[in-house]
């Protein structure tokens, strides 16, 4: 019997560098994510142009109090990778693999054989039209997620990762949907911890994932409750009332609807709405979600424990 042959290891990597081209710059930090862990700076790197300072701040000191020598690090990052075929994601590849087979011939060193995926390459072709820019960050925020520390390798390899599962959740109801999705449901969460602040920070989070998903569904007619309901106030209290004519509300919309999709961890109206999408053998999928700004965290912890 012959067996599949199992994908190889997936990383995750981004580089920070002295300059734009591998020819005259520099890897100065790298990060690796998936398969392995790995963040270093490069003690011995040539200081970097103004341009690319002022992208990442890695001033000289620093790497040179924090970092290792260049073969040092590039003799990790290879033995993290190990020596058998593996992949791995980055946004912008094309700008990582230069810098690395650059760096690798530089220093002397075999690199392993690479498969490479590009979530820059992933995003312009899931959405033709899309409402941003496919930069990193831009991406990020217009799926509700914290950018803090974006332009350090640490942080644009994690929200690499998370974009490239998310890319992956997306593609996968485009494929489903096809040409001709109908009307789609978007649901999430919107009450939080029932403050005015978070619930306007779940229908500001929800609107720009609107906007996400109807780039990535162009033929679909979104009905997104969040915004449907907007003019009305379910904070504190009494809004727990209104809330209830709400979810009622939203599934008489949804029994109207193609197919429902569930952007982020369930909460109780999105278990309902689950529920009844299940009773109609409607098509139900699950996407990443936005973050909570940390405020929310704290009183949110604090009532689930209640």
Known sequence: MTHPTPPPPRFFMDFETTGLSPVTACVIEVALRGSARLDRLVSDAPPSSPEALRVHGLAPWLCQRDGRPSREVLAELIAALGPDPVEIVAHNATFERGFLEAWAWGEGLVLPEILWTCTLDNSRSLMLRAPINHQLGSLATSLGWDTAGLHRAAADTELTLRLAE?????????????????????????????????????????????????????????????????????????????????????????????????????????????????????????????????????????????
């Open 166 to 306: 998310a890319q992956e959740a997306w593609r996968a109801i485009q494929e489903a949907l096809g040409s001709v999705p109908g009307v789609v449901y978007l649901a999430g969460p919107l009450r939080g911890d029932g403050s005015p602040a978070a619930i306007a920070h779940n229908r500001a989070a929800m609107a720009r994932l609107a906007a996400w998903a109807q780039a990535v569904l162009p033929a679909a007619t979104l009905v997104v409750p969040h915004l449907n309901f907007g003019f009305l106030d379910e904070s504190g209290e009494r809004g727990l009332i209104l809330r209830e004519q709400i979810l009622v509300a939203c599934e008489s919309l949804l029994a109207r609807c193609d197919a429902l999709i569930l952007c982020g961890n369930p909460t109780e109206g999105m278990r309902r709405e689950r529920e009844l999408a299940d009773t109609l053998w409607m098509p139900t999928f699950s996407v990443p979600g936005w973050d909570v700004p940390t405020e929310e965290v704290a009183p949110m912890a604090a009532a689930r424990a209640v």
